[in-house]
């Protein structure tokens, strides 16, 4: 079929403009929480072998081990410029960072065999009996992670994106889709045997090329059609497919600019325009496919049933009409209304302050558990929270509302309000105490080891998914608490979170893992390096 890739991709953008907010909140959640975009094979992903990243050593030897079969030697163009941005910009140094351990441990595909390995070799190699045990517990839920959540939502994001052509107000909670119609493991089963035999085709090197264009249309077959058998699916995909992979590949080729320019830009591009051009893209050209497939009556065209995608009931509809799918969703939530431009009430700030200080105090725990094997109680206090977060929340909460609707300036913001936060407390907790609880020093970009950019990205982004995302759906859920028992819950953690702050003012939370106190020598140094820099 002859199909242009420019008309498609213009297509595209005007479809991202129209409803640009919700793209970008569901590009964002998928390459983060669903390891989306990770699969393509210009993706940044290939600096997992440059001098960037500095892997554990047995992340090293799989890497090796995929090297023998020559899996990870297949983009050695696209390597040569990683390499040479490298060396322009002195990346070479960032050996430690957030995003260093994200890539490490994260990725669909490369976060199941890493970790299998890593359990075997942890398991037989080293005997150690409490390491192999976390790394096996650690296994098993990245495996139901990956199977259960991120595969499912990637067919979520494919619904979005298909519905986004023609309901220009399409909801953010689309992604949901299969779980609302319970198709979850039917859908998981399908997303499985793509994702074995796409990496089983690999082994032939050029042979998964050509399977990973043949397996391209099948999330969205399966976000038009859950209810498709895998073989069928499979089939439709074949079918679609046929003619088109080679032009497939070549758009895929048209973003290397974007990919390049998201490197410079430390993956801002790549979260505020390339995804979502991506996954536009790509929703157009299904739809051409889908077309010339109805039009050619191939006899599995009959899977694309779904008619109000394309011909809605009503010209003037901005969302889809749920209520006239082919399958009545059996778990729809009537009232996650992710309505981001909303006015908190004050039990509403604190217990988002307390939620997100505790989830990033899970984060910060995971982390370190994932480096070290550890558990060790990270952050200055002694209870299950991290104040900078919930503060960092509560501060781009009330002070960018006013940007909610300007993306582009949030954003930049966001990278500000949370640089301030970090650096001021990092100043005041070393003054305080002659102690650092983190240091960037050997992160790219950093400021006297304060606050780096790439920490910064990492809070921007965390902070545009609150702002867009979590905090709203934490206040609907509290809408159903009564404001009784709301109130009593705040008394009571804003109770025991000064008790633990009286406590931790005098006595903080120290120790391995945890803090570093600073000598003489050092203060020395961090004054006359801060004295030089004024110079």
């Not at 300007?406 to 407390?425: D, N, R």
Request: aromatic share 16%.
């Amino acid at each position: 079929m002859n199909w242009n890739r420019k008309e498609l991709k213009l297509r595209a953008k005007k479809t991202i403009k129209r409803n640009y907010i919700q793209y970008i909140i569901v590009c964002l959640v998928i390459a983060i929480v669903a390891g989306g975009y990770t699969t393509s094979h210009l993706n940044t992903d290939l600096l997992r072998d440059s001098d960037k990243i500095k892997p554990p050593a047995v992340v090293d030897s799989v890497v090796k081990i995929l090297d023998g079969f020559g899996i990870t030697n297949l983009y050695s163009e696209q390597e040569e410029v990683i390499n040479r941005v490298e060396d322009k910009f002195n990346l070479r140094n960032a050996t430690e960072g957030f995003f260093a351990t994200i890539i490490n441990n994260s990725g669909a595909s490369r976060s199941f065999v890493i970790g299998l390995l890593n359990t075997i070799n942890q398991l037989i190699f080293n005997n150690r009996f409490l390491q192999s045990t976390i790394m096996i517990i650690s296994t098993i839920l990245i495996i139901c992670f990956w199977l259960f959540i991120q595969n499912i939502l990637i067919v979520g994001q494919s619904r979005f994106f298909i519905e986004n052509k023609s309901y220009s107000n399409t909801k953010i909670d689309r992604i949901l889709f299969i779980y609302r119609i319970g198709r979850i493991r039917h859908t998981a089963y399908i997303m499985f045997c793509k994702y074995i035999f796409n990496f089983l085709w690999f082994f032939t090197i050029i042979g998964g090329f050509i399977k990973y264009y043949d397996y391209k249309m099948i999330p969205f077959i399966v976000a038009e059609n859950p209810e498709i058998s895998r073989k069928d699916a499979w089939k439709l995909s074949h079918e679609m497919m046929l003619g088109n992979k080679w032009k497939a590949f070549k758009l895929d080729l048209s973003f290397l600019i974007w990919h390049i320019l998201s490197l410079l830009t430390f993956g801002i591009i790549r979260y505020l325009y390339l995804n979502p051009l991506i996954g536009a893209s790509y929703s157009e050209l299904y739809f051409v496919l889908r077309e010339e497939a109805i039009k050619n009556k191939l006899p599995l065209s009959v899977y694309f049933n779904d008619k109000y995608l394309t011909n809605p009931i009503d010209k003037t509809a901005e969302v889809y009409p749920v209520e006239l799918y082919t399958i009545p969703e059996k778990h729809k939530k009537d009232w996650l209304q992710l309505d981001y431009d909303r006015k908190y009430s004050l039990t509403s700030y604190i217990l988002i302050f307390f939620s997100i200080a505790f989830v990033g105090w899970i984060w910060e725990i995971v982390l370190h558990l994932l480096k070290q094997g550890v558990f060790v109680n990270r952050g200055t206090m002694l209870g299950p929270w991290l104040p900078i977060y919930g503060t960092g929340t509560l501060l781009m909460l009330i002070l960018l509302k006013p940007f909610v609707e300007k993306p582009l300036v949030l954003f930049p913001s966001a990278m500000v309000i949370c640089g301030v936060l970090e650096y001021f407390t990092s100043w005041a907790l070393e003054k305080l105490f002659n102690t650092t609880w983190w240091n960037y020093k050997n992160v790219f970009f950093n400021i006297n080891g304060r606050v780096c950019f790439e920490g910064l990205l990492f809070f921007a982004i965390g902070g545009f998914l609150i702002i867009y995302f979590i905090a709203p759906l934490i206040d609907e859920f509290l809408q159903y608490i009564p404001i009784k028992i709301k109130r009593i819950t705040c008394l009571i953690l804003i109770l025991l979170f000064t008790l633990d702050l009286s406590q931790s003012v005098t006595n903080p939370n120290t120790g391995k893992g945890i803090s570093r106190t600073i000598s003489y020598n050092q203060l020395y140094e961090n004054k006359e390096s801060l004295s030089l820099n004024e110079n």
